[in-house]
């Protein structure tokens, strides 16, 4: 009988800091710098406008060490988190990250070095970058990658930007991205960001896009298809190859969302579903800790023909030649072969004869999308994740993914009888479930995923995606044990079987806060403590 975490515990009270604030406490005494303290000078005062010279010191909580330490572990212990319970999170990907990604890019010689530093005092750092680059390329079969965007939306966003420039540089006025209703809602947002028209595909109730439903809708102004895959629904587009011939033979380009990458990481190529752009969100596959808006990483990775559209600026690779760095740049092209190429012509040893630089040196580059190079402490933790995976182990990250999202399914499928749209068929790293069973037993899709929580399990998404009647959508990952995993299933059950109307309408009870109004915070903000 599998327990359940639960998440009874300490909840302290907390009040703000800047109300545990005392005149003169401080967190840390320096000793006296002998330096003479000067105010501001007379003549320095006349550059700044006097209205904004300030009289009183500003007010900042002056607290000591242990009270901001207390302060913040004790906050933190008010949140669900991937380190404390279960996060079956559909489309999210939050699965364990693993301790040493974060002691890596943790490095002092890496979470310390000033965006600015000289490339040739940052070599290890570029050739990070350049390396890991060649890596993505050979997962997924493309030409190059870009690390500017910096999320999944971000990416989509460039690879559209890009896609958009091509057929402005040819003169040809393509308005349409074609959008199957499957996809990720930021598919259609991001068409139209980019200035596009989506125009939206009814994928009817297998669950995939059929490529004969597709042939009605191309026509000269369609500039491309945005396809989620896995879709949505977690499964995989089985007619991927063929859409991409009719996309090609239209002259438009195929867009994947990559964001599900890790349903066949290492099992599979994109290249070979004739995909032209992707993004893969590091942060998600690439196990980097996300979800409060933090940094991410949306690498979008393009084929030979899209390289020279990519933002800048990027890290290259130049063949050492003397002291003259410059001479003999290997055309930034997919680097590692052309790498080798060039390292064979001039007789070096691998490694020793590369320089790496930052350029941006692309014809047709869509521009700059970050302030830098890219979210470097991102990159360096999913690099640190695949390296000590190493890559004869990387295949199994999907494949155990998949094997655990197709146990959830077929073992709540029993439970949650003819809830399951796409019960004849499996699943890629997520299954999703309609609320036909638990309405039965008087149970909300919304009331489930509140209940969950005292069971001591984050709710999984919930009412998305929005063409499954309220919809529940989990994504169990590889990281969890088939114990977490069947212990959270027994909560469904006993949550369908035994917990009454009256309880599930006020869940959660166990958290320090209990049912909040959703909404309130969007529509009625308050800024001030
Ligand atoms: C998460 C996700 C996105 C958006 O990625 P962000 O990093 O949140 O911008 C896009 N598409 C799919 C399928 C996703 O799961």
């Not at 364990?96 to 010689?109: C, D, F, H, R, T």
């Not at 959660?508 to 001030?528: C, S, W, Y």
Request: with cysteine; aromatic share 8%.
């Amino acid at each position: 009988m599998p327990k359940f975490p639960g998440i009874r515990g300490f909840f302290l009270d907390e009040v703000p800091l800047l109300r545990q604030s005392s005149r003169g406490v401080r967190g840390v005494s320096i000793p006296d710098c002998g330096l003479k303290k000067t105010g501001l000078k007379k003549d320095e005062g006349a550059y700044i406008n006097k209205k904004f010279i300030r009289k009183d010191p500003p007010n900042l909580p002056e607290v000591s060490e242990p009270s901001v330490v207390r302060h913040f572990t004790r906050l933190s212990s008010w949140n669900m988190c991937v380190d404390s319970v279960f996060y079956p999170l559909g489309s999210c990907t939050m699965k364990y990250n693993p301790k040493i990604n974060e002691k890596i890019a943790g490095l002092e010689n890496i979470k310390n070095i000033h965006p600015e530093t000289p490339s040739f005092l940052i070599q290890p750092l570029l050739k990070i970058i350049h390396d890991f680059n060649c890596i993505l390329c050979e997962l997924t079969g493309l030409a190059e990658f870009s690390f500017a965007p910096q999320a999944g939306a971000a990416g989509e966003f460039a690879g559209l930007k890009i896609i958009k420039k091509y057929f402005d540089m040819k003169g040809k006025n393509r308005k349409k991205i074609l959008v199957p209703d499957s996809s990720h809602g930021t598919n259609p947002a991001s068409s139209v960001l980019a200035g596009f028209t989506p125009v939206e595909i009814k994928t009817g109730n297998a669950g995939t896009l059929a490529a004969e439903a597709l042939e009605k809708y191309i026509s000269k102004d369609v500039a491309g298809i945005m396809i989620t895959n896995p879709n949505t629904f977690g499964i995989f587009e089985k007619d991927i190859r063929k859409i991409s011939d009719i996309m090609h033979k239209n002259g438009s380009f195929v867009y994947m969302d990559g964001a599900n990458f890790n349903a066949f990481l290492g099992n599979a190529r994109v290249s070979d579903m004739g995909i032209d752009i992707i993004q893969l969100n590091l942060h998600k596959t690439f196990s980097t800790p996300h979800g409060g808006g933090g940094p991410g990483s949306g690498a979008i990775g393009v084929v030979e023909s899209l390289k020279e559209y990519l933002p800048v600026p990027y890290v290259k690779a130049v063949i050492k030649s003397g002291a003259n760095v410059k001479s003999g740049v290997v055309d930034n092209g997919h680097i590692k072969q052309d790498i080798k190429g060039a390292i064979k012509a001039k007789g070096l040893k691998s490694g020793s004869g590369l320089f790496y630089v930052t350029a941006a040196d692309k014809k047709y580059t869509i521009g700059r999308m970050a302030p830098f190079l890219c979210s470097f402490a991102v990159l360096v933790r999913a690099y640190a994740y695949l390296l000590s995976l190493g890559k004869n182990n990387i295949g199994s990250v999907s494949e155990i993914a998949v094997l655990n999202a197709n146990y959830v399914k077929k073992k709540l499928a029993k439970i949650l009888q003819g809830s399951d749209p796409f019960e004849e068929g499996l699943c890629m790293h997520e299954c999703v479930f309609n609320d036909k069973a638990i309405e039965e037993s008087g149970v909300s899709t919304l009331e489930l995923a509140k209940l969950l929580i005292d069971y001591g399990f984050h709710p999984p998404t919930v009412y998305f995606p929005k063409n499954i009647h309220g919809a529940i959508m989990i994504e169990p990952t590889e990281t969890e044990s088939i114990r977490t995993i069947d212990s959270f299933i027994k909560a469904v059950e006993e949550i369908k079987f035994k917990v009454k109307k009256s309880r599930a309408v006020k869940s959660p009870q166990k958290t320090k806060i209990g049912r909040v109004n959703e909404v309130l915070a969007n529509k009625k903000p308050v800024f001030k403590y």
